[in-house]
């Protein structure tokens, strides 16, 4: 059954519920990107719908799928909200050193070196307002998911603005009365990331006792003597009460990176929030890289 055209002005809210549930493929997902309810981005679809006419996306078992017609709205749609994005994004350049600045790191970066090392950014400048988020996906800076992003590898798409921050060093690491024997592993997940590439170059064939998708996990289980894991040398020498051990072959190196939108670089609380990142990880360079205190 067709949908019933009525009359009236599109609603901007309900192209963006169309945009994040054609991303999502589903009523939960778009609803945990706009941070509204479930109910609320199926009104906006069903609203949208009747102002076009047009059914725009086919309900399946298996989540939302695009029409024909709903796919062609789509490209139309993505080209209002970059721009929409970009309004936004020049207004906040006008809005001085107050307002909030949302940041991405992985989570022991962001909780371990970051964190601490921003409360003078903040004694300075009381009126930013921080986000610090970790999140397990890298968060798309062109819709606004952050403003700014430390991440363990250089982007290599879109229009963003990077700056090498420094190389993190790692190291075998086990529990004084841990078993030096196996190895703690890392989840099948992550098999993509330069370390889990280095231990299945270098422990192939060897006892893995336990698998964790996070740093955090795979400390908590050296620390419990499970086994020895490759670990970012300052995370290992910051915690304390482990010892390193020789590693089967030169272990890896990650490089951070900071990466900004464009349009923000220069947005005065924003490049407060970079000049204190790079003074973070310029004060540690040393302690990342070597291991060393």
């Known amino acids: 059954m067709g949908v019933q055209k009525r009359s009236g002005p599109l609603d901007w809210d309900d192209l963006r519920g169309f945009g994040a549930l054609a991303r999502a493929g589903s009523l939960s997902a778009a609803a945990r990107e706009l941070k509204v309810s479930h109910a609320t981005v199926g009104r906006r679809i069903a609203a949208l719908e009747e102002v076009l006419g047009r059914g725009l996306f ?81 968060l798309n800076l062109a819709k606004r998911e952050a403003d700014l992003a430390v991440r363990l590898a250089r982007p290599r798409q879109g229009e963003l603005v990077t700056r090498r921050l420094a190389s993190l060093a790692y190291g075998v690491y086990a529990a004084p009365d841990g078993d030096t024997s196996a190895w703690v592993g890392l989840d099948d997940s992550l098999a993509h990331i330069p370390e889990a590439q280095w231990l299945a170059r270098n422990a192939a064939g060897a006892r893995v006792v336990l698998r964790a998708n996070t740093l955090t996990g795979q400390l908590a289980a050296v620390r419990a003597g499970f086994g020895k894991a490759l670990l970012p040398r300052w995370f290992a020498d910051e915690e304390g009460g482990l010892i390193a051990l020789p590693p089967p072959a030169p272990p890896p190196e990650r490089e951070s990176w900071l990466v900004v939108h464009p349009d923000l670089k220069d947005v005065p609380r924003v490049r407060a929030v970079i000049d204190a990142v790079v003074a973070a990880f310029e004060e540690e360079q040393e302690r990342l890289g070597s291991g060393r205190p």
């Open 58 to 138: 086919d309900r399946r078992a298996d989540g939302y799928v695009l029409t024909a017609e709903g796919a062609g709205v789509l490209e139309l749609a993505a080209d209002m909200e970059e721009r929409a994005q970009g309004i936004l994004r020049r207004a906040g350049q006008e809005a001085g050193l107050t307002g909030t600045v949302r940041l991405t790191a992985p989570e022991p970066l962001a909780e371990r070196l970051l964190i601490p090392r921003l409360a003078a950014l903040h004694r300075r400048h009381p009126g930013i307002v921080l986000e610090v988020v970790s999140d397990p996906r890298s």
